[in-house]
């Protein structure tokens, strides 16, 4: 935090940053199922959506996926599940 930021300045800009941190990782795999967003792309989203709430601008990177008939993109793991 530099002196002239506010606290909340200064959260912004940490998050900003964490963002920008989670987005060059960002990835999801396939299950064989649906796509299923790795932790930093959960974090990376979480994050984008904090700080849309505060009014704040983010430099999303996200790429969207493919849009493949039959599958299903969510964060929830059904790799588990019967066919």
Do not use: C, W
Request: glycine fraction near 4%; charge should be negative; avoid cysteine.
């Amino acid at each position: 935090m530099t002196r002239s930021q506010t606290p909340m300045e200064a959260m912004i800009s940490a998050l900003q940053e964490a963002h920008e941190y989670f987005a060059e990782r960002a990835d999801a795999d396939h299950n064989g199922i649906s796509y299923v967003a790795n932790t930093e792309m959960r974090l990376q989203l979480e994050i984008e959506q904090a700080l849309r709430k505060a009014g704040a601008l983010t430099t999303s990177r996200t790429v969207p996926l493919p849009i493949v008939p039959g599958f299903v993109f969510d964060a929830e793991d059904r790799s588990g599940a019967a066919a």
